[in-house]
């Protein structure tokens, strides 16, 4: 265990967290909402420290960052837990594991280990991810402050739940993140996820603020949130609240967890979803756990010329100029490229 960040000390040996926007008011021998974060006599620790259950080298697209050091590898890993309750987690067995088993499972690793790790493994970044990083927040930032010495980047994959006192901190070692934008209404991120819209949309608009690269993904659920006016009014909180520059991935849902009963995505929203967001005004959209389609392609927002080839996760050809320009147009094309 290894005591908390991020909370303060009230009577009768509660304590008040701020990690995450639940901000949890958490008794003494009790642990909040992600399960991994434990008051013990008014003070909090964190269960997962250097507890890690998942790891991986992943092509950084499958994080998805397609605008973020295309065709590196990305060293990935997780810890138990998540501060999200979604019915349609596609990994619950590890993000609801305090829960479910009542166990906090993990292979003991440092810092210096991951950083070593990700190095010989030839690594261009590292990602936090498989389950919300923010619930692992102690560990990760020691992670990404060893990271950067080694000229390492780092990711998060994220819920875009974490307090801005959160960000701020760790600001400094976090260079890209994709945010899981889950539906664009109220009533489904509180129905299926727990949870509260608003405070991931103050959070993007944040994280633009700070600098650090953004790229959305929105899982679309048939029936739950893949209304089309929906989708426009997510796509122009895109557009007009972060930039047209801002990529927006659209994901193909598969049954999982609680939601079995839901079908598979049709190839037909999707493909609304996309030119939904081409009319709306957004640059780069594509289409996500579909390989195959032309929607996975980078092309110049300017005069459509085909920028960067893919296959699922892998990357078939990139064609940018030295200025990060389209080689066609000059058009200049948005993302952390080297």
């Known amino acids: 265990m290894k005591t908390a960040l991020f909370y303060e000390t009230l009577e009768d040996k509660k304590v008040r967290c701020f990690l995450c926007n639940h901000f949890c008011i958490i008794p003494s021998n009790k642990t909040g909402i992600c399960g991994v974060r434990k008051n013990e006599e008014g003070v909090l620790y964190s269960l997962v420290y250097g507890k890690v259950v998942a790891q991986h080298l992943d092509p950084i697209e499958k994080k998805p960052l397609y605008h ?34 009542e166990n906090i499972m993990g292979r003991s690793v440092s810092p210096k280990e991951i950083v070593s790790i990700s190095l010989e ?18 560990f990760a930032y020691d992670c990404a402050k060893e990271a950067v010495k080694y000229g390492l980047k780092n990711v998060f994959v994220s819920n875009g739940y974490m ?36 405070p991931v949309l103050d959070n993007l608009k944040y994280l633009k603020e700070l600098g650090i690269w953004i790229e959305i993904t929105t899982l679309l659920i048939p029936g739950e949130n893949d209304n089309p006016q929906e989708l426009r009014e997510l796509a122009q909180f895109i557009k007009n609240e972060l930039g047209p520059e801002i990529p927006w991935h ?81 058009f200049f094309i948005h993302g952390v490229w080297k």
């Open 121 to 138: 493994e030839g690594a261009k970044s590292i990602s936090y991810t498989y389950t919300e990083p923010t619930i692992f927040f102690e």
């Open 163 to 198: 307090s801005k006192q959160a960000l701020d901190y760790i600001k400094p070692y976090l260079h890209g993140i994709n945010v899981d934008l889950k539906a664009f209404n109220e009533n489904f991120y509180k129905k299926f996820c727990k949870a509260k819209l608003q």
């Open 250 to 330: 659209v994901s193909r849902f598969y049954p999982a967890y609680k939601l079995l009963n839901k079908e598979i995505t049709p190839v037909e929203t999707l493909q609304r979803a996309y030119f939904i967001g081409k009319e709306v005004g957004l640059y780069y959209i594509y289409i996500g756990n579909l390989p195959g389609n032309t929607q996975e392609n980078t092309y110049c927002p300017n005069c459509n010329y085909l920028l960067i080839e893919r296959y699922g996760f892998r990357v078939l050809k990139i064609d940018l100029k030295e200025d990060s320009t389209c080689p066609n147009c000059g």
């Open 68 to 101: 973020f050091l295309p065709k590196s590898w990305s060293y990935s890993f997780s810890t138990v837990g998540c501060n999200f309750k979604c019915d349609f987690c596609q990994n619950f067995e590890i993000s609801q594991a305090p829960h479910l088993y």
